[in-house]
């Protein structure tokens, strides 16, 4: 059983109707791009089975404002269709991402433990995902020296991971310095 599993909360099943919609016809990692949405609230729910809806409903929407149509008041769009939290998870997650580089910190309060759930389970997802790509690639040396600006940022994954664990993220954190662990050792091959 998921946290997506039936029956749904309406909250989840209308992100989910949504993010589908929005998803249809765009990639994220060589992928489907709802299928890393539902990655990502899998791993939410296998860390944090009891996560409320609206923050399933944010980890669903997360990519939202890469994908959602251009007209769109995305920030009322949330806030109306789910609920205000869902809109400030969805807003951190970008800036995360956003501000994402070498010589930068991640910018999440240690109590948003919302945020923090979601970012690690993001990041558990995407990283887990590179090392798949990785090993099925024919040449894993040549796939990762195609990826410097990924590699460039593992230090920002490590003191994202240190303020997870700090944050009460323990588990996730754990399964991050694991991931990271593993990238080094396959970029470094």
Excluded at 123 to 131: D, E, G, Q, R, T
Excluded at 171 to 176: F, K, Q, S, T, Y
């Amino acid at each position: 059983m998921t946290i997506l599993a039936p029956p749904r909360h309406p909250l989840i099943e209308d992100a989910l109707t949504c993010a589908r919609n929005w998803c249809a016809g765009h990639e994220i990692d060589a992928a489907p791009a709802l299928r890393h949405a539902v990655a990502v609230a899998v791993v939410l729910g296998r860390y944090h089975p009891e996560t409320e809806p609206d923050i399933t409903a944010a980890v669903l929407m997360h990519d939202s404002p890469e994908f959602a149509p251009p007209t769109l008041d995305l920030d009322a769009f949330l806030t109306i269709q789910f609920s205000p939290e869902t809109n400030r998870i969805v807003r951190a997650l970008q800036h995360l991402h956003d501000t994402m580089g070498a010589d930068t910190e991640p910018e999440v309060a240690e109590d948003d433990s919302a945020t923090l759930q979601a970012a690690c389970a993001d990041k558990i997802v995407a990283i887990s995902s590179m090392l798949r790509r990785s090993r099925t690639a024919d040449s894993p040396s040549e796939f990762w020296s195609a990826r410097t600006a990924f590699t460039g940022i593992l230090g920002y994954f490590d003191r994202f991971t240190e303020l997870a664990a700090q944050g009460g993220e323990g588990d996730m954190a754990e399964r991050l310095r694991a991931l990271l662990v593993k990238v080094r050792a396959e970029a470094n091959g």
